[in-house]
């Protein structure tokens, strides 16, 4: 793995450290990834799964989806990729993790500043009163969709299709940006929006943006460093250079 003199510097020396991360950080786990070759949605219609017109039209398929997905989720471990990015974590003054996955990896690995996009798996909430249930695994899809204590039907607490981000997780992740002089992209297509715009936020501001990525991606352009291979892999060997 071919690292730039002016990366190894600037791993030794950042101070605000901002990693992104997508579904290829989970693909080592055995969590598929989104698009590509074996991609979910390529055998899924997001738009019957993944957006609350879905939810309200067959509200016990959608359940029975995300059961699924959080069964798989729940039998795999954390990869030598999360574990970096939680001693990343544990050694830079600043270091904020944002990411667009739902499967609660990164917390299981031991990262504590998990700036969440896209909600988390693991997390219900109810739609009407909004009260969180954690206890995923106790709720019987097989006797229909959970019902609040209040009648209202209970979803998982991730972001689909049209909805809005978390406002805390625009607003800690913009405040990150601000002063960050080093910021990973990782596993990420770069095609879902707003997370495909931090990497080019955080250059404007002044970071040293690097790429890890089996392969390129739409915005390897922008970057300043793009490292090919398995983040598994990859970010291990960062690490190894930090000190
Ligand atoms: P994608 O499935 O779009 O992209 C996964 C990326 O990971 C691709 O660029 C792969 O090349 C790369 N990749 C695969 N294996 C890897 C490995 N071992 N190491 C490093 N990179 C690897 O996933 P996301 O970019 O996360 O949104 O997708 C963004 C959003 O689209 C998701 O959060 C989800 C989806 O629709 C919602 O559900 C709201």
């Given at each position: 793995m071919q690292i730039s003199q002016t990366l190894q510097k600037r791993l030794?020396?950042?101070?605000?450290?901002?990693a992104l991360t997508g579904a290829g950080i989970s693909a080592e786990s055995g969590v598929p990834t989104f698009r590509g070759e074996n991609g979910i949605w390529k055998?899924?219609?997001p738009e019957e799964l993944a957006n609350f017109d879905a939810f309200m039209r067959n509200p016990k398929l959608v359940w029975e989806w995300y059961e699924y997905r959080r069964q798989l989720i729940h039998n795999v471990q954390p990869n030598a990729g999360h574990y970096a990015l939680v001693?990343?974590?544990r050694?830079?003054?600043?270091?904020?993790l944002v990411?667009?996955?739902?499967?609660?990896?990164?917390?299981?690995?031991g990262n504590k500043?998990?700036?969440e996009m896209h909600g988390n798996i693991m997390r219900n909430k109810c739609m009407l009163c909004e009260r969180y249930y954690t206890a995923v695994l106790d709720l019987n899809p097989e006797k229909?969709?959970?019902?609040?204590?209040?009648?209202g039907y209970i979803r998982p607490d991730v972001v689909w299709f049209g909805e809005l981000i978390p406002e805390q997780s625009l607003i800690d992740t913009n405040e990150s940006l601000e002063n960050c002089d080093l910021m990973f992209s990782i596993g990420t297509s770069g095609i879902v929006y707003p997370a495909a715009s931090f990497p080019g936020i955080g250059k404007r501001n002044g970071a040293y943006v690097v790429e890890v990525n089996i392969e390129r991606t739409i915005l390897s352009s922008e970057m300043d460093e793009v490292l090919l291979g398995p983040s598994g892999k990859i970010l291990p060997e960062l690490l190894e250079l930090m000190s």
């Open positions: 030794r020396s950042a101070q605000n450290v901002v055998k899924m219609r001693e990343m974590e050694r830079y003054a600043s270091f904020t990411t667009q996955n739902v499967d609660n990896l990164h917390q299981r690995a500043h998990v700036v229909g969709v959970p019902l609040c204590e209040c009648g």
